[in-house]
Structure formats: C-alpha cells, structure tokens
T-cell receptor, first 114, second 109 residues
Framework: DTEVTQTPKHLVMGMTNKKSLKCEQHMGHRAMYWYKQKAKKPPELMFV???????INESVPSRFSPECPNSSLLNLHLHALQPEDSALYLC?????????????FGNGTRLTVT | KNEVEQSPQNLTAQEGEFITINCSYS?????LHWLQQHPGGGIVSLFMLSSGKKKHGRLIATINIQEKHSSLHITASHPRDSAVYICAVRDNSNYQLIWGAGTKLIIKP
C-alpha cells in the first residue's frame, strides 16, 4: 500500500466541468508535487509545494490550479480542460524539496477529458 | 542530448536471468533515484543513491560519481519484475528532478 493516497483513481470529465484531484500524506513530509504523465513518457513536473507554499510552477496553464490547504493535503483544481490534458496525474511527497530524501508517489488519477 | 540517458529502452529476458539497466547523466547531482512503474500507474521508489552501492532483496543499485553512471541490477529475475524502470537525478544547481525515458522490462516465464 502506498503512503500517498490519491483520489479519485479514475475521472472522466467534460471540457466545461470543474473537478478536483486530491492527494494526502501523513508522513510529515514538507514537500509535495504534482506530475502529469502521458503514455510511454516519464512524468512531467507541474507544481511543487514546499512548506505549504508554491515554490515551483512549471508554466502550467491556468486551467490547472493547485492548492495546499495544510501540510498533509494537496489539491489540483481542474476547469475548462482540453482533451490533450487527458493523462495520469501523479502526486508525490518528500521530506524536503532539496533532493536529499526519497520520493513517495501515489497511485495516480487517470483523467480522461471528453 | 538528454541530460539523463537510460539503456536499453526495452529489455526482454527469461525468468532467472541477471538483468542490468544503465543510466548516464551529464549534470552535477545531489542524488540519483531508481523508480519502478507497473502498468497500473503507481511509481515506487526503489533506491536513492549519492555514492557507492545499495542492495534490497534481489535488487542492487550502484553509482559511479566520477563517471556519472549508475546501474540497476536484478538477480534471479521473475515475471513480477516486469515493469518500467526509471532513473531520475536531482540537479544540485536547482534541485530539479531530471527524468530518464525509462526502460521497459519484460520477464518471460
């Protein structure tokens, strides 16, 4: 069982819908990440939160809006997505964002935009 | 040229064979990660290395900092080892994680 929990596992949404992806960890990690992964490609970093503050935004379109309500939770709010946004969305956490601690990944949310 | 190169891209082997996957990188790093991704999607961190060698069960990871090269070995491979194995390095100039393209491993019974 993964220590990073993502919900939902699958999501189908229309281009006019608003939905949210959720991620939770209780390991006391202070860095949390959102990645997008297309088929047969490595994950692409979207956002990094460090100590509940957004530290990296990799030029992600504004239709993706991250939120970190507290140190255990990370949300990704979705609005007006395009079919090309269909992908596996992975959440990860680590002790810090300074690269000296292992990454823990959730099982991902498989998103389909119709 | 990609900053992290993995080889081979695809590897098919028979159960019981010794497996080696290679990773070369061109940036200065603070750590190198080996990760495993099964078809279902979730990624599992196998090793984090900054020097030397680590072993966990049938898996062994080594790194040579001078040569900027790491290897992941699987001894007595088993069909359940079939997965994509990904090398990722933490760039020590900006702490960004740079991912390799992955090696798809299939172990046949």
């Amino acid at each position: 069982d993964t220590e990073v929990t993502q919900t939902p596992k699958h999501l189908v949404m229309g281009m006019t819908n608003k939905k949210s992806l959720k991620c939770e960890q209780h390991m006391g990690h202070r860095a949390m990440y959102w990645y997008k992964q297309k088929a047969k490609k490595p994950p692409e970093l979207m956002f990094v939160y460090s100590y509940e503050k957004l530290s990296i935004n990799e030029s992600v379109p504004s239709r993706f809006s991250p939120e970190c309500p507290n140190s255990s939770l990370l949300n990704l709010h979705l609005h007006a997505l395009q079919p090309e946004d269909s992908a596996l969305y992975l959440c990860a956490s680590s002790q810090t964002d300074r690269g000296t601690s292992p990454l823990h990944f959730g099982n991902g949310t498989r998103l389909t935009v119709t | 040229k990609n900053e992290v190169e993995q080889s081979p891209q695809n590897l098919t082997a028979q159960e019981g064979e010794f497996i080696t996957i290679n990773c070369s990188y061109s940036v200065g790093i603070s750590a190198l990660h080996w990760l495993q991704q099964h078809p279902g999607g979730g990624i599992v961190s196998l090793f984090m290395l900054s020097s030397g060698k680590k072993k966990h069960g049938r898996l062994i990871a080594t790194i040579n900092i001078q040569e900027k090269h790491s290897s992941l070995h699987i001894t007595a491979s088993h069909p359940r080892d079939s997965a994509v194995y990904i090398c990722a390095v933490r760039d020590n100039s900006n702490y960004q994680l740079i991912w390799g393209a992955g090696t798809k491993l299939i172990i046949k019974p």
